[in-house]
């Protein structure tokens, strides 16, 4: 089954990826075979997994998680949706301005 997952650093910073065969992959990077920043931070823990129905879509979500802060990517592990929630929301100033940018 494809997975996005991520893994936890010896450093404490976070790697997003995706692959058909969890266990594998894991192994790859434990053992500095997966990619140069984790090879580079080793030991890393698996911290959080996703499981998808196709490759395409966990693919998409790694490239979408990829881009979160490090806030938001804490709050998915932790299953905290009201936080998840509230670190989606645009934290501009037209946004609490109602979205025109006036007042």
């Known amino acids: 089954m ?6 936890e650093c010896v450093d404490g910073s976070f ?4 692959t058909k065969d969890l266990p594998r992959r894991l192994w790859q990077h434990q053992n500095g075979l997966g ?3 984790t090879a580079k931070r080793l030991p890393v823990k698996l ?9 395409a879509d966990a693919f998409y979500r790694e490239k979408q998680v ?5 806030a938001k ?3 998915l592990m932790e299953g905290d949706w009201d936080r998840l929630h509230i670190l989606a929301e645009c934290q501009n ?3 609490y301005l109602g ?4 007042g």
């Open 2 to 7: 494809p997975y996005m997952y991520i893994l």
């Open 93 to 95: 100033e037209t946004h």
């Open 15 to 18: 790697y997003t990826g995706s």
């Open 47 to 55: 911290v959080y997994a996703e499981e998808f129905e196709r490759v």
């Open 66 to 70: 990829q881009g979160w802060s490090r």
């Open 99 to 102: 979205g025109d940018g006036g």
């Open 73 to 75: 990517k804490i709050a």
């Open 35 to 37: 990619a140069r920043h």
